[in-house]
């Protein structure tokens, strides 16, 4: 991805500033939403809404996005707040502000560049006898933060779809074992 040219892309605060210059009245209603996955990891997802002013029953525009805690350098500190502003951007991107021509934003090409950089360097192939360990550390599991710890540790190795497949699934079992709940959207 390092051909992309991150200038070409609009930052998300300008869309915010050319929308408040536009509709001083206008209000943006985000909903952030944090979900906690059958592999421990917690995910936020966000929907933004735009109103051209204050009398607006409908938004005229909405975007959503999606992030997972620790899955980037950003994310281990603010995933919440990285989603809130990735979902604006597209929000006030699909209402016409994404004045360079470019829908996704610029925060939004450079955490893709970056996803591609730690997804080539720092993911670890998983062998065979680390496989084993997996099963082994997962089974040793007794608390949701046991669980939510052994997650962190695999989602730094990469291995076909069918293992994380099956990875996720013996994770389900053993939560479910445990008497947790299942994963549920929480207002935040």
Do not use: H
Not at 97 to 119: L, V, Y
Not at 153 to 167: G, H
Request: aromatic share 8%; charged share 30%.
């Amino acid at each position: 991805m390092s051909y992309l040219n991150l200038k070409e892309y609009e930052p998300v605060e300008n869309r915010i500033r050319a929308f408040w210059q536009k509709y001083p009245e206008g209000r943006l209603i985000t909903d952030l939403q944090r979900v906690e996955r059958a592999d421990g990891r917690v995910e936020w997802i966000c929907k933004s809404q735009a109103f051209t002013n204050q009398t607006d029953d409908r938004p005229q525009a909405t975007g959503y996005a999606t992030e997972i805690e620790g899955s980037s350098f950003i994310n281990r500190s603010n995933a919440s707040e990285n989603c809130e502003t990735s979902s604006i951007g597209r929000c006030l991107a699909n209402l016409g502000f994404a004045t360079k021509g470019k829908r996704p934003s610029r925060e939004e090409m450079q955490k893709a560049i970056s996803t591609d950089a730690i997804n080539s360097k720092v993911k670890k192939p998983i062998t065979e006898s680390v496989w084993v360990s997996l099963l082994e550390d997962l089974s040793k599991c007794g608390t949701l933060s046991d669980l939510n710890r052994w997650g962190s540790i695999v989602a730094n190795y990469s291995m076909p779809k069918e293992k994380r497949d099956e990875l996720i699934s013996i994770f389900t079992i053993k939560k479910d074992a445990l008497g947790f709940e299942r994963p549920k959207l929480t207002s935040v």
